[in-house]
């Protein structure tokens, strides 16, 4: 028997865009207001999170954990640090947590002055209270750079555009697969992910060139792939590993990546499998202005996949300063 499986690409997000905790532990069925008092906040790379007291009806004081969207995703919409009003009393909109007592995920904030923040950064959500708002969908500017290499720091250019690319795609699994995605536990967002999952994130990615060697750089986790343009290593001597062994090759003004040697056991972060017969294409292509970089992958892999299968989207050049993090605090 085999099944296919529609991909999400919010699904695949890694924990530096979501919160600490799964999306899937929260009610996301109905929305849930609070008021009370914003008592404290911690803001680090990849998340945020906030201590909020609200008023029992016994009259105790309960003290609630928030969470919400990543820092770099509230960044990428306009919402900064100090907007919050750490000591004073708002109004909250968001999700209550299935499994955990006092858990939320925040995703509106009505502040003392009337002013609202909008804490899911995309174009799909509303304000809930006022005219005044900050944040929503990610703000995108091209830079004016005069840079047409290849060879620079990409970003997303909004995170509607990046989910869209995912939806319609299905991978049709074998039945080993689809037995072996039954057993899968739940995914870790504090682990980095390997490839190809790795590359399936809307945060920045930078390229550079080092003559025998480009070097691909993503800004969660820290995460560093080196790809060998020398072909001068027979791939199979090469030690299994995570990020697998990349080889690099020019096609015209197109390079392409080919990964194998990957013992990754996770298609993506659902649970997908994939053995360490997986292989990967990787395809750059700029537009002919060279203000967005095409990227194509398609993965291939008998053993779990019935047909290969591509995601593709675009990187733009909005100037951003590549700050790299592997900040995720234990549970």
Same mark, same amino acid.
């Given at each position: 028997m085999r099944a296919a499986i529609a991909i999400i690409l919010l699904s695949v997000l890694p924990g530096a865009l979501c919160a600490h905790h799964s999306r899937a532990d929260y009610d996301t069925s109905a929305f849930v207001e609070m008021e009370g008092? #914003? +008592?404290?906040?911690?803001? $680090?790379?990849? *998340?945020?999170?906030?201590?909020?007291?609200?008023?029992?009806?016994?009259g105790e004081i309960q003290s609630w954990n928030l969470e919400g969207s990543g820092v770099y995703s509230l960044e990428r919409s306009g919402i900064t640090e100090d907007l919050y009003p750490i000591g004073e009393r708002v109004r909250i909109a968001g999700w209550q947590t299935r499994t955990r007592s006092r858990g939320f995920f925040l995703t509106h904030m009505l502040l003392p002055d009337g002013a609202e923040?909008?804490? #899911? /950064?995309?174009a799909n !959500?509303?304000?809930?209270? &006022?005219?005044?708002? &900050?944040?929503?969908?990610? $703000?995108s500017e091209p830079t004016s750079s005069q840079d047409g290499s290849l060879f620079r720091t990409w970003s997303t250019e909004s995170l509607d555009v990046f989910i869209q690319a995912g939806l319609g795609i299905e991978v049709e699994l074998t039945e080993e697969a689809m037995a072996a995605k039954a057993l899968a536990s739940e995914f870790d967002p504090c682990v980095a992910s390997g490839m190809p999952s790795a590359m399936v994130n809307p945060l920045p990615v930078q390229l550079s060139d080092h003559g025998d060697f480009i070097e691909i750089r993503l800004e969660t986790f820290s995460v560093v792939r080196r790809v060998d343009m020398t072909n001068s290593v027979d791939a199979?001597? !090469? /030690?299994? &590993?995570?990020? @697998?062994? &990349?080889? @690099? +090759?020019?096609?015209?003004? !197109? #390079?392409?990546?080919?990964?194998?040697?990957?013992?990754? /056991?996770?298609f993506d972060d659902a649970g997908t499998p994939q053995t360490d017969g997986v292989e990967i294409l990787e395809r750059f292509t700029q537009d002919d202005d060279a203000a967005r970089l095409n990227y194509t992958m398609t993965v291939s892999d008998p053993a779990s996949f019935v047909e290969p299968v591509t995601l593709a989207w675009q990187? $733009?050049? $909005?100037?951003?300063?590549?700050?790299? *993090?592997?900040?995720?605090? +234990?549970?």
């Open positions: 008092e #914003l +008592a404290s906040m911690r803001w $680090i790379k990849p *998340h945020q999170s906030f201590e909020f007291l609200v008023e029992g009806a016994d923040l909008v804490l #899911l /950064p995309t !959500v509303d304000r809930r209270w &006022s005219e005044d708002f &900050s944040g929503g969908a990610w $703000i199979e001597t !090469v /030690p299994l &590993s995570k990020y @697998g062994y &990349s080889t @690099g +090759a020019w096609e015209g003004d !197109v #390079l392409e990546v080919r990964t194998t040697r990957v013992n990754w /056991p996770w990187w $733009i050049d $909005i100037g951003e300063r590549f700050s790299p *993090h592997d900040l995720c605090e +234990a549970e």
